[in-house]
């Protein structure tokens, strides 16, 4: 055996000694590769103002899981994708979470954009989960398709049997924006308002894209409501009740928990006072967590939050995916769409510290509805509807 080739077959057990010396660290490198979080939600476009805050708040909770460890010793990073809540921009960034990122989770809102996407996620075997978006049917798009955040079936049924059994009203109009968000919410308070014995006097839908709404305000003053309920988004509920109170139309307005936002009483001023908005998260009252989150919050971004209920829930998402991934870490699992959905549904129960107990029932889920009315230019506690 010649001296070169012995030296080469030194070099060689060498080099495998320190290959195999090496291998823990680079088992421990790779261990500690981040836990990518895919959310797609409109970051510019007309509902902005609430999407990009909902990032922040899971940004927030990002910081806040890697400052202690972690999920499993892993960094958590938040991936953030805009949709402009267009259904097929939502379809474009969820096909890159799942075949360029190779994300086997992903967070989604706004009604439209949800049912865009569950035939995506559901081909893929990749699950999705709702974080904000409130229509009825997102319980029935399919296997691969959860929502964490209670639909319009839990909080505008309660919403209207509280205004006939509580708030003594019986004539009920409901505008409604004709889309995913508003059109299966309206007929829930419709079937709800007249279960309980009112009557709805008034039920028109306007245009996504509408500015005047006189014409059907006209038809609904008419009718002579003695509530009003609307049903639409950011942009458009404040324009529809600032042109009802021109009109000279003083009836008490409800909503949902999309005008639970401190721009909404900017924009109205004395036209908001009366004004009954859900909630579907504990606010300062309930949950001593939220008056410490709000106060960070305003000294971190210099504002109070955009749609508050709905940013608890963002934050939330990332311990409900940190419970998750620990679950599968402990089960010595890889985190696919299948084994993400079984610990979903084996864990079921999330202490959640913004907004409370989350139990999974199926594909949908159910909370206490927090109601607020504004007064004296403010959101305040009205009751709470269990």
Request: net charge positive.
């Amino acid at each position: 055996m010649t001296r070169s080739l012995i030296l080469s077959r030194r070099h060689l057990v060498a080099g495998a000694a320190l290959t195999t010396l090496a291998m823990p660290g680079i088992v421990r490198a790779q261990a500690k590769d981040p836990i990518k979080l895919g959310t797609a939600m409109p970051l510019t476009g007309s509902q902005a103002g609430y999407g990009a805050d909902f990032i922040v708040g899971m940004r927030m909770a990002a910081k806040d899981v890697n400052d202690a460890g972690g999920i499993a010793g892993r960094p958590v990073e938040i991936l953030a994708l805009d949709t402009q809540a267009d259904p097929q921009l939502g379809i474009n960034a969820v096909n890159r979470f799942i075949g360029v990122e190779k994300l086997p989770m992903f967070f989604i809102a706004w009604s439209a954009v949800v049912k865009a996407v569950a035939p995506v996620a559901n081909r893929e075997k990749v699950l999705a989960i709702n974080t904000g978006a409130n229509a009825p049917e997102i319980a029935h798009l399919g296997d691969y398709v959860y929502t964490a955040f209670p639909l319009a079936d839990v909080d505008i049924s309660k919403l209207a049997r509280y205004t006939v059994n509580t708030l003594a009203k019986k004539r009920a109009a409901v505008l409604y924006i004709n889309n995913d968000t508003g059109i299966d919410a309206a007929k829930i308070y419709r079937e709800n308002f007249t279960a309980a014995g009112g009557q709805v006097v008034a039920f028109e839908a306007y245009d996504p894209k509408a500015t005047e709404f006189t014409g059907m305000l006209l038809k609904t003053r008419a009718a002579n409501p003695d509530m009003v309920h609307v049903h639409g988004l950011l942009t458009d509920v404040p324009q529809v009740i600032a042109q009802m109170r021109q009109l000279g139309m003083t009836q008490r307005v409800s909503t949902y928990s999309v005008a639970y936002n401190p721009k909404i009483i900017e924009q109205l001023g004395a036209a908001a006072e009366g004004l009954i908005v859900t909630s579907l998260a504990p606010g300062v009252e309930e949950n001593p967590k939220v008056a410490p989150f709000i106060e960070r919050w305003k000294k971190e971004i210099g504002r109070a939050p955009n749609g508050l209920p709905y940013i608890q829930y963002q934050y939330d998402m990332v311990l409900l995916a940190k419970a998750m991934y620990e679950y599968l870490d402990k089960a010595g699992k890889p985190a696919t769409g299948d084994t993400l959905i079984e610990a979903l549904n084996t864990v079921k129960e999330f202490a959640l510290p913004l907004t409370g107990k989350l139990v999974i029932d199926g594909h949908r889920v159910d909370k206490p509805v927090y109601l607020l009315t504004v007064e004296k230019g403010k959101f305040v506690p009205l009751t709470t509807l269990t």
